[in-house]
């Protein structure tokens, strides 16, 4: 089968690897769609710990696909359904495997960050996955390609789900990205009051209000002011930095209504990872600060519920589909961040 592994910093490479088996409690997925995520573009401009010249890795993590193998002991999946696959998984044991939150396992593990990975042919679903329920089905009507993206938008909804989003609140997001117009057809089907956006791409704006009409598009230029405008002078219940910029972190407070959530959703490089907060306004307006990362299970299973029902357009987001054989001009797009999602497509 062909596959994309990454071999270190900026090394990557399509391989012929053998068809994987599988054992009597495992799963075998015939992939029919992968995106390309910022973690996979990080990962090759950076390297990663995991994948080597001796130990390529196999990346991709938003996958989706047909069961074509089921083990011997394998209860409930069947060849033939169509599936998303939630990447993390825990060791089971710990508190927070117990508590449901086993993509904050001490030893977490996932598909395409330290086992093989989705940008494959096929893949196999060790016994851990099956048995923790990462496989969710996918009714025939959702595309493999808006399936794929269920897990980008799983970790959307478990960052909105830690603020606390409520219906009638107006809710600010820094940047126009996938993420940020994610955060915002979320944001309008829970109900907020006014969505607004920011970003220092007009043309970004644009394109996002083409997705969601209702949108308000705020440009970076008197951004406060334009705010208050828009809120009766109070500011916004809730803002969602989904950009990896400290500038944003930093101004953020500035933005918020009192007893306001704020969401720090992006990280930022290492080089800029600390960040200067005012946070006499923090005590004053009595706000609340997150941060969150992946998603649970369950919280997978919700997304990809709400994406089936059809009120979360994903499919709006794909840019273009390419074949494997094209991963190098799907990576390059999404290095220079042309477009929304590029998908890597597999026939049949």
């Known amino acids: 089968m062909k596959a994309i592994q990454l071999l270190g910093k900026e090394k990557?490479?399509?391989?012929?690897?053998a068809k994987p088996e599988i054992a009597e409690k495992e799963v075998l997925i015939k992939v029919r769609a992968a995106s390309i995520c910022g973690t996979d573009v990080r990962m090759y401009k950076n390297g990663y710990p995991t994948a080597s010249e001796e130990t390529p890795l196999t990346l991709g993590h938003e996958i989706?696909?047909?069961i074509v193998e089921v083990g011997a002991?394998?209860?409930f999946y069947k060849k033939g359904m169509r599936v998303a696959i939630a990447p993390n998984m825990g060791c089971g044991i710990c508190d927070q495997c117990v508590s449901g939150n086993t993509h904050l396992c001490d030893s977490y593990e996932a598909f395409g960050i330290n086992l093989p990975g989705g940008f494959a042919e096929y893949l196999v679903i060790p016994e851990k996955a099956v048995r923790q329920g990462n496989i969710s089905l996918i009714p025939d009507a959702l595309s493999y390609e808006e399936?794929?993206?269920i897990e980008p938008f799983s970790c959307v909804f478990n960052?909105?789900?830690i603020a606390g989003n409520k219906p009638g609140d107006h809710v600010l997001i820094i940047g126009s990205g996938p993420i940020g117009i994610m955060h915002a057809m979320l944001a309008r089907a829970r109900g907020a009051g006014k969505v607004m956006m920011n970003d220092l791409s007009e043309s970004r704006l644009a394109d996002a209000k083409k997705m969601i009409p209702d949108l308000i598009p705020l440009t970076s230029e008197h951004l406060q002011e334009k705010i208050f405008a828009e809120t009766n002078h109070q500011g916004?219940?809730?803002?969602?930095i989904a950009a990896p910029a400290p500038q944003a972190q930093e101004a953020s407070f500035n933005y918020m209504a009192m007893n306001g959530r704020c969401l720090f959703f992006g990280g930022l490089p290492k080089e800029k990872e600390e960040v200067k907060l005012n946070t006499n306004i923090l005590h004053y307006k009595q706000l609340r600060v997150s941060g969150c990362t992946r998603a649970s299970l369950m919280g997978y299973r919700t997304s990809a519920q709400l994406v089936a029902s059809g009120r979360i357009p994903l499919k709006e987001l794909i840019t273009k589909r390419y074949s494997i054989d094209?991963?190098?001009?799907?990576?390059?797009?999404?290095?220079?961040?042309?477009g929304l999602k590029n998908v890597i497509v597999f026939k049949e």
Do not use: M, R, T
């Open 147 to 149: 399936a794929a993206l």
């Open 326 to 338: 094209q991963f190098d001009e799907a990576l390059d797009n999404a290095k220079k961040a042309i």
């Open 159 to 161: 960052g909105q789900e």
């Open 12 to 17: 990557i490479q399509l391989s012929e690897l």
């Open 64 to 66: 989706s696909g047909d």
């Open 236 to 240: 916004v219940d809730l803002c969602i």
């Open 73 to 75: 002991s394998v209860n």
